[in-house]
């Protein structure tokens, strides 16, 4: 087996290799600057460089088979195969990816943050609280009497909510 038949798919691996680490430290310090600028936690930027991550190295697992000869019509097959397994999958806990895509919306979307004085205005149950954590798939907050309420990210964007010290 001689080498140098596969040399420019090596060197387009290493390349490729080269730019996920570049994308990822870039996207990195973007999210760290945007999550300085709007004063979220490092909890919040870590979880959100987290699922940044996960969809680069997807791009670069499908870029990898590219370069090394997968047809294309086969790497579509597979792919269909798996986002329909993961369809089936999420299917029944649709949540989940709703819950994961509400998380990113209010780490770059939400006008209100860990700390905030809020009152989420529900015509049945009304409830003031502080923000004491907003992580990945539910924001955690925290009545005057100490109470502790749970809600998922999903539902916590389809409130109403007031923030009272802005």
């Known amino acids: ?32 600057k945007y999550g300085a600028l709007l004063q979220k936690s490092e909890l919040r930027r870590k979880q959100t460089k987290q699922i940044i991550a996960i969809i680069l190295n997807i791009l670069f697992v499908i870029f990898i088979a590219v370069i090394w000869g997968v047809k294309t019509s086969n790497l579509l097959v597979v792919m269909s195969s798996i986002l329909a397994l993961l369809g089936v999958a999420l299917f029944a806990q649709w949540s989940i990816l709703s819950n994961i895509t509400a998380g ?13 004085e809020i009152t989420i205005i529900d015509k049945d149950t ?14 955690h907050i925290r009545t005057p009497d100490q109470r502790l309420i ?5 539902l916590f964007l389809q409130k109403i909510v007031s923030i009272k010290n802005q």
């Open 1 to 32: 087996m001689d080498i140098r038949q596969y040399l420019p798919q090596i060197i387009a691996t290493l390349v490729a290799v080269f730019l996920l680490w570049l994308s990822k430290f870039v996207t990195g310090k973007l999210v760290n």
């Open 104 to 116: 990113i919306i209010m780490f770059f979307g939400a006008p209100f943050r860990i700390g905030d």
């Open 126 to 139: 009304p409830i003031d609280a502080v923000i004491e954590n907003i992580h990945g798939f539910y924001t």
């Open 150 to 154: 749970v809600i998922p990210n999903n």
